[in-house]
Nanobody
């Protein structure tokens, strides 16, 4: 079993920055990929960013590249989502997710939530205008 623990959410003013962290523990044979998804009230869960663990290749959700930076620390099984110039529309619950090393889905980097095996509890990010 794998556990994901998120931290770093909170309430900020528009234009501020936050850094989310996600630590993977338990039976964490090297992940294939990790990602952040977010879900705003009344909306579906959307991709924020995904990272292929072995290479660091990163894909961002629509319109987020340039404001958000996703990185990883392989030795610590930890990822970091740096969010700058936050906007009220970034308000959501942010979920960390992991695809195990046995992934055989065929994508170089999984981008859909159905492909992710493990999920954190979520951390609230609220951006006030």
């Amino acid at each position: 079993q794998v556990q994901l623990v998120e931290s770093g959410g909170g309430l900020v003013q528009a234009g501020a920055s936050l850094r989310l962290s996600c630590v993977a523990s338990g039976r964490t044979t090297r992940p294939y990929a990790m990602a952040w998804f977010r879900q705003a009230p009344g909306k579906g869960r959307d991709l924020v960013a995904a990272i292929k663990w072995s290479t660091g290749r990163t894909v961002y959700g629509q319109s987020l590249k340039g404001r958000f930076t996703f990185s990883r620390d392989v030795a610590k099984n930890t990822n970091y989502l740096q969010m700058n110039s936050l906007r009220p529309e970034d308000t959501a619950v942010y979920y960390c997710a992991l695809v195990g090393g046995q992934y055989s889905g065929g994508a170089d980097l999984p981008l859909t939530q159905s492909e992710y095996d493990y999920w954190g509890q979520g951390t609230q990010v609220t951006v006030a205008s």
